[in-house]
């Protein structure tokens, strides 16, 4: 008795699919393997509720937190800001939730991972910190000013989304927050996406400024490329438009002083969008323009951005 030949191409083409499955796995496993050996955690890793929290720390001062911005991860901050800043505070910098070597939690908002640094970094015996978030970190230093304990003396926000924005995100992330997209693409790209992809979104980034020689490789930028990572920071950006809708309303409680700094060359988080209406909107806001700066002024204009971190202590100081 033979089989229907349907039969036999269903069974050929679901053995197929099976195999490519299972070589996908083993790509992703494999190229997960190999970047965790290339770029090894270099902090210290604390434990937050079952849940791994990586730290660098650096310094000996006033507590002082940065918070790094979308698919990157501390070392971002600490190659721009800690060798200065650790002249003269204690420099915490954390691997968000889900990127770096920190865990991802089952709840990806602001709120939630805001409350889980901060948790961090009451095992660390910070209090009272300045908290300096760069792009989406910023956001997430807006929600530990609202939400979290230790409170913060002072926020520096550097390039920082603040506010809603019309329209939509770019149709990669919007794809990515599908079913299609969490279950193939994404898996995907973790097997497949090659260097290139990260010398390319890092140009992308930085425009019109030119990136730091070898930043990649400083920063460990290619941890992105993760699964977990993958996926938490898309399911981050996702959602991150209707999070500002909701903590608008709420800014008005914030009365701590708040420096940004923000250029007008930055088409990612454009400041006309963002800083221009907080610091409007915010009484105890203060906001530097960088003219002709792009999203990175943390190293494109370093100074300018360590000048406002000092004006922030000044500032707080008096508050």
Aim: hydrophobic letters at 50%.
């Amino acid at each position: 008795m033979t089989l229907p030949k349907l039969a036999v191409s269903a069974a050929l083409i679901f053995l197929t699919l099976a195999a490519c499955c299972l070589a996908v796995a083993a790509r992703i496993t494999a190229r997960q393997s190999a970047l965790e050996a290339k770029f090894p955690p270099q902090g210290q890793v604390l434990m937050v509720n079952g849940m791994r929290v990586h730290a660098i720390v650096q310094g000996v001062g006033p507590d002082l937190v940065l918070l790094h911005g979308a698919s990157g991860n501390a070392l971002d901050m600490i190659a721009a800001l800690g060798p200065d800043l650790a002249q003269s505070h204690r420099v915490i910098a954390f691997d968000r939730p889900g990127l770096g070597y920190s865990d991802p939690l089952a709840d990806q908002s602001l709120k939630a991972q805001a409350l889980h640094l901060a948790e961090a970094a009451r095992q660390l015996q910070v209090k009272a910190p300045l908290v300096v978030g760069q792009s989406y970190g910023g956001s997430v230093a807006l929600a530990w000013a609202l939400d979290a304990q230790p409170r913060p003396r002072g926020l520096v926000l550097i390039s920082a989304p603040s506010m809603p924005w019309p329209g939509k995100l770019d149709l990669s992330y919007r794809a990515a927050d599908t079913w299609a997209g969490r279950s193939l693409l994404l898996p995907l790209a973790a097997a497949l996406l090659p260097q290139s992809y990260i010398t390319a979104a890092v140009k992308t980034v930085f425009a019109p400024d030119p990136p730091p020689p070898a930043y990649a490789k400083t920063i460990s930028a290619a941890l992105i490329l993760r699964l977990p990572s993958l996926r938490a920071n898309m399911a981050q950006v996702n959602a991150l438009r209707a999070q500002l809708v909701a903590m608008q309303p709420l800014y008005a409680q914030l009365s701590l002083p708040i420096d940004l700094l923000h250029g007008t060359a930055d088409t990612i988080v454009p400041i006309a969008v963002h800083s221009i209406p907080f610091a409007q909107q915010v009484a105890s806001a203060q906001l530097q323009v960088i003219d002709g700066a792009g999203h990175m002024p943390h190293y494109s204009h370093r100074r300018e951005v360590l000048a406002a971190i000092a004006r922030a202590e000044a500032r707080a100081a008096l508050h």
